[in-house]
């Protein structure tokens, strides 16, 4: 296009777009790619390039001779010999576009007075080039910013806690620049770093943050050491404070617990102090639970922990009586006798439901398990064995949540008939035996 104005090119696939004379045109989202030239101006001025595609071109991707005030924005420019070159160009506006992989130089520039923002590349002359940006020396309350550039120019830093920045710092003209930053506050800091040469070329680096240190904290729990007895609760309270021992309010404390429960969160009160309510496990035996307070740290802030030990132990239990009743006895070999447990409280009430254990040194019991009755008695048979002796009848009740365990034993003993004595014999066979004689005795009188 020669002598053309207030055009736009949009959304095409081309070998070459070529300006010359030409004012206040837009070429915009068009792809250009293996001629001589990808895009070409020509005195020309007030032109926009925007968010195209121009790559693999013999010569330069984009390149501007003698034109001024333009916009290159947004643009990819790869594989090409030269990826953007200037030749007498001013107040040019060279922002946000990736140029790479271009063979002799990603920029070449010869002008003045022109803008250069965030741009993506490796190798450039004409510009001050900003490189090696780097952040060193973060404290609490600063920060070092340095960076490099090819050529002598300014050295700026713009910073605040958004990307709109807000706070500038400078120092003076060099290729290795350093700024110091201070008078910071805990968090996370934005910025870039600018530089103008000689020409009054402007680079403006793309967006950078760092964070400054946090400041350490502690937690103090109280109690740090407690006890309760199985499912008990109590209010434990964790108290943040800064490495000056300033309490910190509005600070979230998570708690977690080994055993038990215990309230997941919680806010810290202008004291610094936060409670939450701890419920003790149900235990049988003793047990330790370590019960821990963090604080995960925030941008101002490091993060913090802390530990409680809570012994817990059984809640106390009943105590309990066990007899055995007859508590001793005597029985013959082969034969049989009843024998009762009864278990009582403390009080002396019956404890009904509870399963009791017989056990016997020799012979049987039936049954060996079984329960009390309302009456807090359990019954059982106790065989003799086949031979004299001594038998000792052991009895149990294990316990239980609220009852505590009780035992007894009973003594017996297993004797054979005394000497000389005879069998008994039943009545019924006596009479049996004896009616027929006597009978036949009677007829032979007669």
Known sequence: MVNSNNIQVENLVV??????????????????????????LFSSSNNFLLNNTVGNNMEEGIHLHSSHNNILSN?????????????????????HNVI???????????????????????????????????????????ATITWATDEDSTSV????????????????????????????????????????DSENNLEISGDFTFTTISLPTSITLEPSSFSLVSGGSREITAILRDNGGNPLSGKTISWSTTAGTITQTSMTDNLG??????????????????????????????????NALCTVSPVPSTPTTLTVS????????????????????????????????????????????????????MEVTFFAPSVSGSVEIGVMFQGDSVHARSQAIGVGTVSQPRPGTRPWIPV??????????????????R
């Open 15 to 40: 070998e070459t777009v070529m300006l010359a004379f030409t004012h206040n045109t837009r070429v915009e989202n068009v792809i250009v790619e293996n001629s001589s030239v990808g895009i070409y």
């Open 273 to 306: 102090r936060a409670t939450a309510t701890f419920t003790a496990p149900v235990v049988t035996q003793m047990e330790n639970v370590t019960i821990t307070a963090t604080f995960a740290g925030d941008a101002g802030y490091g993060g913090s922990q802390e």
């Open 157 to 196: 830093v713009e910073y605040g806690p958004t990307a709109a920045y807000g706070y500038t710092a400078t120092d003076g003209v060099t290729t290795n620049h350093r700024v110091d930053l201070s008078n910071l506050s805990p968090g996370t800091y934005h910025f870039r770093v600018l530089s103008t």
């Open 326 to 377: 007859p508590s001793s006895f005597t029985v013959r070999v082969g034969g049989r006798i009843t024998l009762t447990a009864i278990l009582l409280d403390n009080a002396g009430n019956p404890l009904p439901g509870k399963q009791i254990v017989w056990s016997t040194t020799s012979g049987s019991i039936e049954p060996m398990i079984g329960l009390t009755d309302n009456h807090g008695r």
């Open 75 to 95: 643009n990819i420019v790869k594989n090409n010999r030269w990826g953007i070159k200037v030749e007498n160009g001013n107040l040019l506006v060279i922002s």
């Open 100 to 142: 790479e992989n271009n063979s002799i130089r990603d920029i070449e520039f010869d002008g003045k007075n022109s803008v250069f923002e965030a741009n993506v590349y490796t190798t450039a002359r004409g510009i001050p080039h900003i490189h090696s940006v780097c952040v060193t020396d973060i404290t609490q309350t600063s």
């Open 428 to 445: 019924a066979v006596i009479v049996i035996i004896v009616l027929p004689t006597v009978f036949f005795f009677l007829r032979r009188k």
